[in-house]
Structure formats: C-alpha cells, structure tokens
C-alpha cells in the first residue's frame, strides 16, 4: 500500500517536494507537477512539463531539453527499471509524453523526473489488470477555478484509487470574475449564495497561448497535483475546454466568428489539453479541420471501461439548444451525439465485451430529466443525451440486448445523482438496461439545482440528487457489485475542508 510520501503530514496535503526541485534563483520548472494516464496491462503514460514561469506561457527558452526519467517498483525510488534521457521542445510547450512499457499487469510504480539539478514529485502509477478482482475508480468532471478549491482532489488522492476518470471541463475560457460572495434569485421566491473565491489572470482564452497559461493556472493548484500524482487518469474533453456548449464544427457564438476561424481555436485548444494531460497522440490539423483522439477502452478486472468523446462529432444541439420542449429537429433519428465510427465502435465492443460490468463514461447525462410536471411535454435539457433521442434509442437497445451490468459515470450537469436506466427512460414499466451514476462537480456550483429540485417527484428514476455540493465519485467495481461513495465537500470555499459521504449505494440495490 501507498504510504502517501507525496503529501506532507499537515491538513492541506500539499505534494511533497524534494529538496533539489527548487534551481538557483528560486524558479523551479516542474511547477505542474507530474501525472500518468492511459492505462494497459503493459503500459502508463508518463507526464510532466517543464515550465519555470507557467502564466506567461512557460518561461522556457526556444530548442530543445534533455529531461532525465526514473521509474522504480519502490516508493523510495531504489529499485530502479528504466532510466532513460528524453527531449523535449517548445513546439509542444516542454511537455512530456513518454509512453512506459514492458510493464507487468496490475502493478504499482513509481517515476520521477530530473532536469539539471531539479527532481520534480515522485508519482505513483498502475498498470491495469484483467483478471483483477475488483477496480477502484473515480470520477471527477467540472473544476472551475473561480467557483472552489479543490478540497475534493485533496480528498481523492488519500483515497488512492487504481484510476482516475476525468469527463471533462478541466478548464473553463472565460474571463475575469468579480471576487466575493453573491445571493442570487434560483426561482420560487428563493435565494441561494454563490461565491468566486479566486480569479482567472485574463479574458476568454482563444489562442495557444491563452489556452496554456489558462491550464497552467489550474494545474498550479497543489490538490490537483496530489490527485494526478496518486493514480493514472483516463480523460476527454466536455466543451469548457474549447467554448460552451460547442458541437463538432459549430461555436456558441457562430455570428462572432468564422468557421476557419473556430477549427483555428478549436486546433489551439486541442494542443493545450494535450500539452497538459498524460495521453499519447497529438491533435491533427488536416485540411483545415481539428481532431484530437480521445475515446477509448481501458479494462481493469471485473470493469471494461468505455471512455466516450460526445463533443467532436455530434450535430448541433437542436432547437436552440438549453432546456425546452422537443422540436421536430429533435426528432430526427439520424441524428447523432457520439458520429457514426464512435457509435459502432461502441456498439461492436459493447456486444463483444466479456466484463461483469460495462462502464459507459460520457460528458453528458444519459438520463433524462424532465424540468417540468406531467402530463406536459417534457422539457429537457438539449445539450445532453435528452437531445439527441434518436442515438441514445440506438444505444438503449444495444445495452437491453444482454450486456452485463451497463454502468454510465458520466460529469457535465454539477449535480450528483444516481438513476435507473430504463429502455424507454421516462417509462419505469419499461425493461431496466442499466444505472447511471454521477458525482457531484469538483468545483463549479450548479444554478439550476433548485430548478431540479422542485420537479424531483417528476423523475421517479432517479434515486438521488444533489445539486448544492461539491464533491466527486468513488466507485469500487467487483464481479457482482457496484459500490458508489457520494462524497462531498463541506465548504467549497476552503482548500482545507472537510470531506465526507453523503450516501453510499450499491448497483444491485437499485
């Protein structure tokens, strides 16, 4: 077991430094601390940057570096099974991608990065194991930096899952907010208090430049480090990292910009979230179209998890998007959220698959939710799967098809919550395909919870809901169970808060 040698002893957790990280001059350059992801049986992505000044776009001089990398079966990095020099260059912001192999099953290690007379944290990793008899995993999605500290990260990492799974909005582009505490009119003559506790350093990001230093600003925090230095991580991109609620080629704000105009920033954007996070290919930039790989599979024991991308290809959100009645755009089954090759893909690996559980995470709720009373038309939420009833009836049928144990962990809607998934979803007589289980937000408050509250009897479905923490997921899969830990944070405003479980539940209980 982990003995923690990250962290130091006091309540904050902050990320142990060795004493040689800090070079003449007081500028260190691992400032972003180090993280590993896309877990195999044989092989971890190893991650870090060098960045001596990481608000002003790194500080790093232009050319090359030699970065020295160690990785060890011991905490205290003695035994030694790959010491190799590797370069990096300012085209990829002195980042580090180095892919470790020959790697045995269902095993701890431990790496380290050197650059000169530095030494950056000591991470720990794990390889995946199929024939693991249980996965400790947990979700996380939607940190803004403004709306919280990140006490739910500190939490996460004593926790010390076998993986980490981020669905999305790392980061947010907007610009500068107003410090303090605000009420706010939340509907039904109720008030409720939101707070930014601390600020962005510019406007709406939408160059390389901006997009790097914004996700400088969010890996500087030291709770975030501790959670990607505990475990590899699994991730794709919701729209926060790009521009609200953008679909494929179309922006929030189509009048503002042209259409070359957006590939550009999405191409930016793209770059940054690879220059920041320990996956393995680069984005692409093909015939004036940019394309970042992100969906996946990762199998750990009894879990085979499908990491879905439901930004990239999907049409636009239909009648205008937000929450309204369906429109005949809606209707259309044609329609898709996740394209054709990602939709067959998981159809084909979904059909084939030989786990105990399917774990689906997506950006966007699978269940829907209605935001007003019966016997009315439902009014839902057109950015997530409600919009796009065609593909999520295509998928309700290949999950009511026998597959073992649909689990959807899914981020998006800063609202924790636990449903049972029915083929007709707003049908409980209908044949049960599965559940849906979805942490609180890390950090981002959710102004429609009060919104969902009120129309909580109109969703039979859902079993639990909370929208006015924060917090996140743990999930422990063995081959006949699920168990869910809602945690949340006491006080989002503070990075030394208390955490805790709100409930607790298990799938077979549903």
Known sequence: MFSRRLFLASSSAALWIPKMAYAEGGKPHFTLGVASGNPTPSSVILWTRLAPDPLNGGGMPRGTADVRVRVCTDEAMRNAIRDEIIQTSDEDAHSIHYKLSGLKPGREYFYQFYFGDEESPVGRTRTTDLNAPEAKVALAYCQHYETGHYAAYRDLASWVPDCVIHTGDYIYEGGISALGAQMRDVGGGERRLFEIVRQHTSNEIVTLWDYRNRYALYRSDPHLQAAHAIAPWIVAMDDHEVDNN???????????????????????????????????????????????????????????????????????????DGRRPYCDDAQDPNRTLMGKAQEAWLTKSLKSSPAPFNVIATQVWFTSYRYNETPEAPVTNLDSWDGYPGARERLSATLADGISNPVFLTGDWHTAMASTLHENQFDPKSRRIGHELVGSSISSYSPWARDMEVVRDANPHVSYLNGQQRGYLRTTFSRDNCRAEFRVVEDSGRPDSPVGTDVEMRTKDL
Do not use: N, S, V
């Not at 910009?257 to 393995?280: D, G, N, S």
């Not at 990491?307 to 999907?314: A, M, N, P």
């Open 246 to 320: 953008w679909a494929a080629d179309i922006p929030q704000d189509p009048e503002k910009q042209t259409p070359l105009e957006f590939e550009i920033r999405k191409y930016a954007a793209f770059k940054a979230y690879y220059e920041h996070m320990p996956i393995e290919a680069p984005p692409a930039f093909h015939k004036m179209k940019a394309t970042l790989q992100l969906y996946g599979k990762y199998h750990l024991g009894p879990a085979l998890i499908h990491l879905l991308d439901t930004r990239q290809f999907r049409d636009d959100q239909p009648c205008g």
